[in-house]
């Protein structure tokens, strides 16, 4: 098995959430034959804090820097 594709979303202020939403269900959706996952998607605010959005609710993003960092 090769390691999924690391795939990371980027959530800005005023962010209307189902255009954070949709990448990490289409990506999330994408399986080998074997069925693995193809794409590991995450999503990342640029200060690491929660995202607001459009409509008045927050979104949290992952917490894990690294990923940021080493994202393909």
């Known amino acids: 098995m090769t390691e999924p594709h690391r795939v990371v979303v980027l ?10 939403a949709i990448p ?3 990506f999330g959706a994408a399986r080998d034959l074997d069925g693995h996952p193809l794409y590991d998607v995450r999503v990342h605010s ?17 917490p894990d820097p690294e990923f940021l960092r080493e994202h393909d």
């Open 46 to 62: 640029l200060d690491g804090g929660p995202i607001g959005t459009t409509k008045g609710f927050t979104i949290v993003p992952d």
């Open 24 to 26: 990490p269900q289409i």
């Open 11 to 20: 959530g800005v202020a005023d962010v209307v959430g189902f255009d954070v």
